[in-house]
C-alpha cells in the first residue's frame, strides 16, 4: 500500500488542495450571500449554475485538455478557478456571482478530469483499488478541511476569498513538478438516455431524483443555518457531518445490499431520509447541538443513495459497460443537482427556511415510491451474477476520469477482451489526438 501511494503523493497533493478551495469556496458563497441579503432564488441559482457548469464541463473539457495537454489544462482551470474565486470577493453581487458560479463548476469539471485520469494511469490492477481508496478518503477530509476553515474567518471580510485564491493556486504545485507520466487522451463524455433507462430504470430515475434531494442540501444547507440562527462554525460542523455519516454507512448498506434485493436498501434508505427531512421540518430545531444531530442522521440515509443506484444499474449492465453506464448515470445526478437548488429556494421563500427538507423529502419519498413500484414488475438478478457494492463520493459530483479508479473498470476491461470487443470507456466516434502531451511529459 505505501509503495503504491508514494508514486502519487503528488497527484493527492494537488488534489487535496483543489478540493479543500472547492470546499471553502462553496460554503462561503451562500454564507456571505445570506449576509449581504441576496434573495434564496439567487442563492439557490449559485448552486444551479455551478451544477449546469460543471455539466458543461464533462462534455467539453476533454476537447481542450486533448488540444493543449494535461499539464497545460490543469494550469489554465486551476488558474481560473482562483481568478473567479478572487472575483466573487471583489464584486459581491447576486447577479455576477450566478455568472461566476458557472465558470467555476466548468473549470472544477476539467480541473478533476485531469487529475483523475492522472490517478488512473498511475494505477495499476493490483493497486487500483488501494488508490480509489485513498482517493475517497483524501476527497472527503479535503472538502471537510476546506469547510471547517470558513469557522475560523469572517464570512464579511475578504480574507476568506484571498484564502480560496491561494489554495488553488497550490493545486497547481505538485502537479506541474510531478513526474508522473502524462496520462492517455481524454474520452469524450457521451450520454444514451434510452439505454441508460432500459439497463435500469430505477437508477436512472433514482439518479435524477437523488441529484434533486443532493443539490438543494449542498447548495441552501448552509442558508438554512444561517437563517435559523447557528452559529457559523456549527454551520460548517453541520455540512461536513452530514456527508462524513453518508460516507461512512455506505458499506454496511452496499454489503447489505450484496445479499438481497438491492432495490428494498434503496427504498428503504430514501424512505428513512424522506421521513428525517419531514421531521426536521416539522420539529424546527433551533440549538446547533439538534441540527447536527438531526442532519447528520439525515445525511446518513441521503448519502447512500447514489452508490446503490450506481451498483443496481450495473448489476443488469454488462461488465464491459461499466464506465458508459456509470458515466451516464453521473450526467443523470448532475443535471438533477441543477433542479434542486431551485425546489428548495422556492420552498424556503413560500414557507420558512425547514421547508429546505420538503424538497429533498418530495425527491427521497418519490424515489421510495418508485423504486417500489418497480420491484413488481421486474425481478433482481440472481445474486451470485451481481457485482459486488463499491462505495461512491459522496457529495462531490465526479468525472467520468474517476470511473477508471474503480476496481470494477479493470473487471469491465477483461469482459471486454474476452468478448473481443473494446471497453466502453471512449464512446465509438470519440476523436483522440493530444499532439502537445509528447510536449507536456518533457
Known amino acids: 500500500m505505501i509503495s503504491a501511494v508514494g508514486s502519487i503523493v503528488a497527484l493527492l497533493m494537488g488534489t487535496a488542495f483543489l478540493l479543500a478551495g472547492s470546499g471553502l469556496h462553496g460554503l462561503l458563497l451562500p454564507l456571505r450571500g445570506q449576509a449581504e441579503g441576496f434573495s434564496t432564488t439567487a442563492l439557490g441559482l449559485l448552486g444551479t449554475a455551478w451544477a449546469g457548469g460543471f455539466v458543461t464541463g464533462c462534455f467539453l473539457a476533454p476537447r481542450l485538455v486533448r488540444r493543449v495537454g494535461h499539464v497545460r489544462a490543469f494550469g489554465a482551470f486551476a488558474a481560473s478557478g482562483a481568478i473567479i474565486a478572487l472575483l466573487t470577493g471583489l464584486v459581491v453581487d447576486e447577479t455576477v456571482w450566478i455568472v461566476l458560479r458557472a465558470f467555476t463548476g466548468f473549470v472544477m469539471a476539467g480541473a478533476f478530469m485531469v487529475i483523475e485520469s492522472w490517478l488512473n494511469e498511475r494505477a495499476t490492477n493490483a493497486t487500483r483499488g488501494t488508490v480509489f481508496g485513498v482517493y475517497m478518503m483524501v476527497t472527503y477530509a479535503s472538502i471537510m478541511g476546506g469547510q471547517m476553515l470558513v469557522a475560523g474567518g469572517d464570512v464579511h471580510a475578504s480574507a476568506l476569498f484571498m484564502a480560496t485564491g491561494i489554495l488553488f493556486c497550490l493545486s497547481l504545485i505538485p502537479t506541474a513538478i510531478s513526474t508522473a507520466v502524462t496520462p492517455k487522451p481524454l474520452a469524450q463524455v457521451s450520454l444514451d438516455l434510452k439505454g441508460l433507462y432500459d439497463t435500469s430504470p430505477v437508477a436512472a430515475v433514482g439518479c435524477v431524483l437523488i441529484g ?43 454489503r447489505l445490499s450484496d445479499r438481497t434485493d438491492r432495490r428494498y436498501v434503496l427504498a428503504s434508505a430514501a424512505l428513512g431520509a424522506g421521513l428525517f427531512g419531514l421531521l426536521v421540518f416539522l420539529a424546527t430545531p433551533r440549538s446547533g447541538a439538534a441540527v447536527i444531530s438531526m442532519t447528520a442522521l439525515y445525511g446518513a440515509l441521503a448519502y447512500v443513495l447514489y452508490a446503490l443506484a450506481v451498483a443496481h444499474a450495473n448489476d443488469h449492465a454488462r461488465p464491459e459497460d461499466f464506465v458508459k453506464v456509470s458515466g451516464g448515470l453521473l450526467m443523470l445526478y448532475g443535471f438533477g443537482t441543477m433542479i434542486g437548488p431551485v425546489i428548495g429556494a422556492r420552498l424556503m421563500d413560500m414557507l420558512r427556511p425547514e421547508s429546505l427538507f420538503l424538497a429533498t423529502a418530495l425527491a427521497h419519498l418519490s424515489l421510495a415510491g418508485y423504486t417500489m413500484l418497480r420491484v413488481r414488475r421486474r425481478a433482481p438478478p440472481p445474486v451470485e451474477e451481481r457485482g459486488t457494492f463499491t462505495t461512491q463520493p459522496a457529495e462531490r459530483s465526479v468525472t467520468q476520469a474517476a470511473l477508471l479508479l474503480d476496481p470494477r473498470a479493470e473487471a469491465a476491461e477483461e469482459a471486454a477482451a474476452a468478448a473481443g470487443t473494446e471497453p466502453s470507456a471512449i464512446p465509438p466516434g470519440a476523436e483522440v489526438d493530444a499532439p502537445q502531451e509528447a510536449e507536456d511529459a518533457r
Do not use: K
Open 212 to 254: 434533486v434531494a443532493n443539490g438543494a442540501w449542498g447548495t441552501l444547507g448552509a442558508v438554512y443555518g444561517a437563517r435559523i440562527g447557528i452559529s457559523t462554525f456549527e454551520i460548517a460542523m453541520m455540512m461536513s457531518l452530514t456527508v462524513v455519516s453518508g460516507a461512512v454507512l455506505q458499506l454496511p448498506f452496499g
